[in-house]
Each structure stands twice: as structure tokens, then as C-alpha cells.
């Protein structure tokens, strides 16, 4: 993401306030904001003015489980329309970034504790759940949204018209299965780039501003594609046996509930339609299509 001048504005003014050179600072990671760290403070600052996300949040983070190892704030607030907050920076780096260096031992040591992370968020208390979206940044709760995108990318001829009726009889199923589910707290985006490692174990769950609440399904299959990835040589053997065999042990609790694995299939075929159609809109530097990740999970659900 290029640093928009009224953003670096902006955010030495905020490092300024707190007695920060704004040189010192450098950049991180971030779609949907633009964040510095400098000072042992980490600043995210909305790239669109108008929005409330980071307030929310911030009101969000206050009343986590202390198993989530989210960060403490400093201070927040809103400045010519971009909302920011300033937390404590917790030491260790990005899960995401440091996986590939990480034994196989390592990985599912390092997968099995971001789980119990997100179980903790799970368990999260009613004052936090009413904070939450009431829907996924994909959409989990508009079947009419699903059938309109199913529509277009099978007009594109992505899929055959037998695929797209698998696809939609996946989402039928999830349909009915959903009024069953009970509702917690889900991180809503719970990747390893949103995970912390540090000396050896994950510490911290950080970015819920996307955070939803919907069945525990929604935040298992986002962790599930860790270990499933569609590119055999990423997860080369034995390592990646014995990861897949970790998450299936981490899930089968959850998916021997009524409609568990209904859910979960669904969830899936919601998150990979949403990207497959993002990066159709924006293919730049993505690869032949018959390489996505997501038209390749979708491939795969509908020959199933």
C-alpha cells in the first residue's frame, strides 16, 4: 500500500503528540489500514475517512478474553475524518511472516495454539459479542447474494453448469443448517498474518475489526485452509500429513454437531467466492486464473 501524504500527515501528528519523531517510524503490514511502529507503539489509521471500524475495535479489545494477548491502547480518536488508535506494540513478528522459516513441528505447535487462541475468542463474553459485525466481510447471511455471484462467474464459463450446481447445493444445505448454529464471537479474518509468534509460541490475536458474530464454523474454515492448501508442493510430505491430521483432530468436535459440516462447506464455498470475484476484479500480478487459490478450492467443492 503507497503512504498517501495526508496519511503520513496525519500520523506524525498522533506520533507527535506522544513525544515520537515520526522519522523513526516504519511501516507494516495492512489492507484495509494503513499502520506504523514506532516507539514501542503501533499506530493504525483508516485509509477511508467516515468509517468506525478501529473505534469499534478498540471497545471490542477492552473486554477479550486475557488468553488473547491483545494489545493495550493508548489512545484513539479521529482526525480530519480517518479514525486512528495507538496500542502497545507486542513484542515478535508476524506468524505469517516467520512460518516458512518454522519447523514442521514448529507449524502445528504453532497452528494448534492459534486455535486455542480463537476458541478463547469464542468464549467471549456477551458485552463483547454485541460489538461484533452481524455479518462476515464475504457475507454469510445473504443467500440471494451467494445465487447472484454463483450467477456471474458461471456466465464466465469458470464452471460448468454441473460444478455451479454443486456449488449451490452446498450453499442449500448451509441454508438450512444455519438457524441451528449458536453464535460467538469469531475473529472474522483468522489468518497466521494476524498472529504474533514470539520466543517460540504464538502470543496474540490482533486486527478484529472484521470480527462477526456467526457459528464457530466461520473461524474453522478460515483455519482449516492453513492446512489445506490447493498447491500440493507448498505443504510438501511428511509435514504436511501430519498438520492435516492436527487440524482434523482440532475440528472433529465441531463438525460431529448437527449441520457442522454443513456449515463449514458453506462458509468455504461464501469466503473463496468473494475472492475469486476480487481478484477477478483487480488480476493484477495474481498468475494465470488456473492458478488462484480460490477458483481452485471452488474447483474442487464442486467436483466433489
Known sequence: MKSDPTLSHIAAEIFATHGIDFATARRAGGWTNANWIAGGLVLRLSTVPGRDGLRREAKLGRRLPSEVGYPSLVDLGVREGYEWTLAQEVPGRCLGETWPELSWDERIMAFEQLWEIAQAVHRSPPA??????????????????????????TAQRLFTYRQAGALRAILSRFWQALPGAG????????????AIWHEGRVVSLLDFEYAVRAPVELDLNTMLKVARQPHSDIFPEPGAAALLQAAERLSAPLLARPGGQERLLGYSVLLELWLLEDWLAHPEGEGPLETWDPYRRLLALGDE
Open 183 to 194: 453464535h460467538v464471537l469469531n475473529h472474522g479474518d483468522l489468518t497466521l498474518d494476524n
Open 128 to 153: 463483547a459479542l454485541q460489538l461484533a459485525r452481524e455479518r462476515a466481510w464475504f457475507n454469510s447471511t445473504d443467500p440471494a447474494e451467494a445465487e447472484a455471484g454463483i450467477s456471474r462467474v
